[in-house]
């Protein structure tokens, strides 16, 4: 494996390497005429540029803190406490202990104007960190009955920085602003604790999307694909995730004895092959794609008995939510016919999980241009959609939003060298950090005007 050592301090090469190309002209121009920055977006985006390549010093100082010192879903205490005095610091108004331990700003523009949210999770993960960093945690907490290593394996510390480095931003542009700016730091996206609420739900919940009503929703996610890329797609982008659990019962019997019983297994076999036909020939796979997968069955305890009934666990993975709805009730179908065809009842049971991470597709038209011109000719906007799924989606079933993926992952990473999100392993390039606030500052403002 390659040495990862010296990653973090190569950032001033790779810094120059990513940072913009900025409109000094425009901006010069703009003042020549005496047109206010508002009102030429060359300008303000020149100005954009300008101040996060200023914050960027202590945008890496923050990440660097934060991945030193994770704290697991709704523990969130050190680094709430650090996000909070810094949003003070610049003047917003500032709530804590939202969701538990969540911080919400607003930064209120100059004119008036709509509001648009903009999203950091804060959570770390039970994970014991393996990569050779200055600043490599050697956090600990309890997990599940367990003493573990705590780690931003899901690289949270980079979307907490490089929100922090957009409210700096956006502070110092606050008198163009036609509207308001709500930074949300979201605590337990990995989920809270077994028997807790938390996450997006909760801070919905407790009315963050209210006081005042957010029109657009922004937010991103560091992900292995080359530093500085900016990667999304209209509609669904990340997978909704439901559990399906399903119940086959017969009549138990001898093995040597077929004809006096009612056969869960085999019965099982036909509901598993008949579930594949779903995603093969039911459902309409241009619009997007679908996955239904048995993953566990189990029934039976003896070769020469055919037992009484037969339990299936599995797991269905969607990007429309039209679509997860009729699969839903699709395999319900499915599974409880072929059952009364062989004469044997099932029951079908799903625990729905995180929703589809959605971008809305007339919000994504509108914004298209403003991310493809921060990123450049490192751009994906068509990117394929995820499997993993994200909290967000709560956010996005409320009001329009737009979730895009970050690269992270320095260029020429040879591919076995390249640790998924979740990895002990998992390293985020820091050069990618500049085009992180670029692209949610530049978000923001091209959203407001």
């Known amino acids: ?35 206010p920055a508002s009102q030429n977006p060359a300008a303000t985006h020149a100005m954009i540029d300008k101040a996060a390549e200023a914050i960027l010093p202590k945008v890496i100082a923050w990440r660097r ?56 999770d804060m959570d770390g993960l039970p ?16 997990w599940a009955g367990q003493r573990t290593g705590v780690m931003h394996a899901c690289g949270h510390d980079n979307h907490l920085a490089i929100l922090l480095g957009t409210a700096h931003v956006l502070s110092g542009l606050k008198a163009q602003l036609a509207g308001s700016v709500k930074f949300i730091f979201q605590p337990a996206e990995e989920g809270p604790p077994q028997g807790e609420e938390g996450g997006a739900p909760l801070m919905i919940k407790e009315g963050v999307l209210t006081n005042p009503k957010v029109d657009a929703i922004f937010g991103l996610h560091v992900f292995p694909y080359e530093t500085g890329t900016l990667a999304w797609r209209s509609r669904g982008i990340m997978a909704a995730g439901d559990a399906i659990d399903i119940v086959v019962r017969g009549r138990q019997t001898h093995g040597a004895q077929p004809w006096a019983g009612v056969d869960p297994i085999v019965v099982s076999s036909q509901i598993v092959l008949g ?18 997968t ?8 003896r070769r020469n008995i055919i037992p009484n009934e037969v339990k299936m666990a599995g797991t269905l993975r969607t990007y429309d939510q039209g679509m997860r709805a009729q699969l839903m009730e699709r395999i319900r179908r499915t599974v409880t016919l072929i059952a009364q065809s062989a004469g044997a009842t099932a029951e079908v049971a799903f625990t729905e999980g995180l929703p589809v991470t959605f971008n809305d597709p007339a919000l994504t038209a509108r914004m298209d241009p403003t991310l493809r011109r921060v990123g450049g000719a490192r751009i994906l906007p068509n990117v394929n959609p995820s499997t993993t799924s994200e909290d967000f989606s709560f956010f996005q079933e409320k009001v329009p939003g737009i979730f895009f993926f970050l690269g992270v992952t320095p260029r020429g990473t040879a591919p076995g060298d390249v640790y998924a999100n979740h990895s002990p392993r998992f390293f985020a390039d820091e050069a990618a950090l500049i085009t992180g606030v670029r692209a949610m500052s530049n978000l923001a403002v091209d959203y407001l005007k």
């Open 275 to 292: 579930l594949q036909t779903l995603v093969s020939r039911q459902v309409d796979l241009t619009i997007a794609p679908a996955i239904v």
């Open 1 to 35: 494996m390659r040495q990862t050592t010296r990653r973090p301090f190569l950032i001033g090469a790779l810094v120059l390497a990513f940072a913009p190309a900025f409109a000094p002209a425009a901006a010069e121009a703009a003042q020549r005429r005496g047109a």
């Open 294 to 301: 048995i993953g566990s069955v189990n029934g039976g305890n």
């Open 127 to 142: 994970v014991t960190e393996e990569v050779d960093l200055p600043f490599k945690s050697k956090a600990t907490a309890d």
């Open 65 to 120: 803190d934060f991945h030193e010192h994770p704290e697991l879903g709704n523990s969130e205490f050190r680094t709430a406490k650090a996000v909070a005095e810094e949003l003070k610091a610049l003047g917003l108004e500032v709530q804590t202990g939202v969701a538990k331990t969540g911080v919400v700003a607003l930064l209120k523009g100059g004119r008036p104007g709509p509001v648009v949210a903009l999203r950091s």
